[in-house]
């Protein structure tokens, strides 16, 4: 009985976080909207216009991995640039990250010859320099004595993060299963290994010629990585937070920890959470813990959208999502394609460059 009552209690407080974690956000988003007069709507749009630099900017890397991965095949920055603002802008609006299954379909159809497998590791590239600028604005945050600690992430009133962080043993135990489920997948498609890892090593291509990679990717990133924070620091300024080197780089550390935990779309819970507690004594936090997202939200959403019509001639996103997951479990039914020509590190591409 007692295992019974503890499972009990620990769901009643669960569901009780994630209504109080939603009324906060409902409560943020009406101080938000009561505040529009407020805003300073020049440092807003240059905060956006900085954030879409941004992903231009990386998208750009990504296309360079892409390139390595497929030297004889034509790869549009356009097409993977359209591709990631339509997964962008869909992740903006549904956990889980639904917008990364679009991402994939419409680069993986972009390239002619390629396959689910090589589009999705030469796209995963970029998470190498993503991880590597986190842990040091990290490192910055938690040293600022306003940014929780990880053993304080059960205190973060958000119900994602602090389930998982009041709860070790399950979140153990729900890493394991998913540990677990991985091993049981790959013996079972034991027979399809060889050509699968052939495909993945294929678009890792560029992480073999480090100059290249430095030249290609992680200059662009870091580029990208320069105007996000002038992005944040701009919209910091836009809602009276005040903008600067220290804010910015807290900003930055949200979204870091906001990208682990993504059960709400972008990780808003945590952003919110997270930011009432860094900035809580400047009255117009709650605006801007909500604000921006949304700013940000209908940004990615209108790029998204005019990507998803001109690109690529989808009429809705619902419809690309579905799409993706019908083409992609159509393509592992029948094998996949045939492994595509594997190219030498740093053997120069033939690609049309745009």
Same mark, same amino acid.
């Given at each position: 009985?007692?295992?019974?009552?503890?499972?009990?209690?620990?769901?009643?407080?669960?569901?009780?976080?994630?209504?109080?974690?939603?009324?906060?956000?409902?409560?943020?988003?009406?101080?938000?909207?009561?505040?529009?007069?407020?805003?300073?709507?020049?440092?807003?749009?240059?905060?956006?216009?900085?954030?879409?630099?941004?992903?231009?900017?990386?998208?750009?890397?990504l296309t360079n991995a892409l390139?390595?991965?497929?030297?004889?095949?034509?790869?549009?920055?356009?097409?993977?640039?359209?591709?990631?603002?339509?997964?962008?802008?869909?992740?903006?609006?549904?956990?889980?990250?639904?917008?990364?299954?679009?991402?994939?379909?419409?680069?993986?159809?972009?390239?002619?010859?390629?396959?689910?497998?090589?589009?999705?590791?030469?796209?995963?590239?970029?998470?190498?320099?993503?991880?590597?600028?986190?842990? /040091? $604005?990290?490192?910055?945050?938690?040293?600022?004595? @306003? #940014? %929780?600690?990880? &053993?304080?992430?059960?205190? *973060?009133?958000?119900?994602?993060?602090?389930?998982?962080?009041?709860?070790?043993?399950?979140?153990?135990?729900?890493?394991?299963?998913?540990?677990?489920?991985?091993?049981?997948g790959f013996a079972l498609l034991?027979?399809?290994?060889?050509?699968?890892?052939?495909?993945?090593?294929?678009?890792?291509?560029?992480?073999?010629?480090?100059?290249?990679?430095?030249?290609?990717?992680?200059?662009?990133?870091?580029?990208?990585?320069?105007?996000?924070?002038?992005?944040?620091?701009?919209?910091?300024?836009?809602?009276?937070?005040?903008?600067?080197?220290?804010?910015?780089? /807290? $900003?930055?550390?949200?979204?870091?920890?906001?990208? @682990? #935990? %993504?059960?709400? &779309?972008?990780?808003?819970? *945590?952003?919110?959470?997270?930011?009432?507690?860094?900035?809580?004594?400047?009255?117009?936090?709650?605006?801007?813990?909500?604000?921006?997202?949304?700013?940000?939200?209908?940004?990615?959403?209108?790029?998204?959208?005019?990507?998803?019509?001109?690109?690529?001639?989808?009429?809705?996103?619902?419809?690309?999502?579905?799409?993706?997951?019908?083409?992609?479990?159509?393509?592992?039914?029948?094998?996949?394609?045939?492994?595509?020509?594997?190219?030498?590190?740093?053997e120069p591409s033939t690609v049309?460059?745009?």
């Amino acid at each position: 009985m007692a295992p019974i009552v503890a499972t009990a209690a620990a769901q009643t407080h669960h569901h009780t976080s994630v209504s109080s974690t939603i009324e906060r956000l409902i409560e943020s988003t009406g101080h938000f909207f009561s505040q529009l007069a407020n805003l300073a709507w020049v440092s807003l749009l240059l905060g956006l216009a900085f954030y879409a630099i941004y992903l231009l900017l990386r998208s750009r890397a990504l296309t360079n991995a892409l390139r390595a991965a497929y030297p004889r095949e034509t790869v549009r920055w356009r097409d993977v640039w359209g591709a990631y603002m339509v997964g962008y802008a869909i992740n903006n609006v549904f956990p889980l990250g639904g917008g990364n299954i679009a991402q994939l379909f419409l680069t993986r159809t972009a390239i002619p010859s390629s396959s689910y497998p090589a589009v999705a590791s030469g796209l995963a590239t970029g998470v190498l320099f993503d991880w590597f600028m986190g842990v /040091l $604005v990290m490192c910055f945050a938690f040293t600022q004595g @306003v #940014f %929780p600690k990880p &053993p304080d992430f059960s205190k *973060v009133p958000a119900f994602d993060i602090s389930f998982f962080a009041s709860h070790m043993r399950f979140t153990l135990f729900f890493l394991t299963i998913l540990a677990i489920g991985f091993l049981i997948g790959f013996a079972l498609l034991s027979a399809r290994v060889r050509a699968f890892w052939q495909r993945i090593r294929q678009g890792l291509t560029i992480l073999r010629d480090g100059q290249r990679y430095r030249r290609e990717m992680a200059s662009w990133q870091l580029a990208s990585w320069v105007f996000r924070f002038a992005a944040y620091w701009a919209l910091l300024d836009a809602f009276h937070i005040g903008g600067s080197v220290r804010n910015a780089l /807290l $900003v930055l550390g949200v979204q870091v920890v906001a990208s @682990v #935990f %993504p059960f709400t &779309p972008s990780g808003a819970g *945590v952003q919110q959470a997270l930011l009432l507690t860094i900035f809580a004594g400047n009255p117009d936090v709650a605006s801007f813990s909500v604000g921006q997202q949304i700013a940000i939200a209908v940004l990615t959403a209108a790029l998204g959208f005019a990507a998803l019509v001109l690109i690529f001639r989808f009429k809705s996103f619902r419809e690309v999502i579905s799409r993706g997951r019908e083409h992609r479990r159509r393509e592992e039914q029948a094998g996949g394609p045939p492994p595509t020509y594997e190219p030498v590190a740093g053997e120069p591409s033939t690609v049309r460059k745009t």
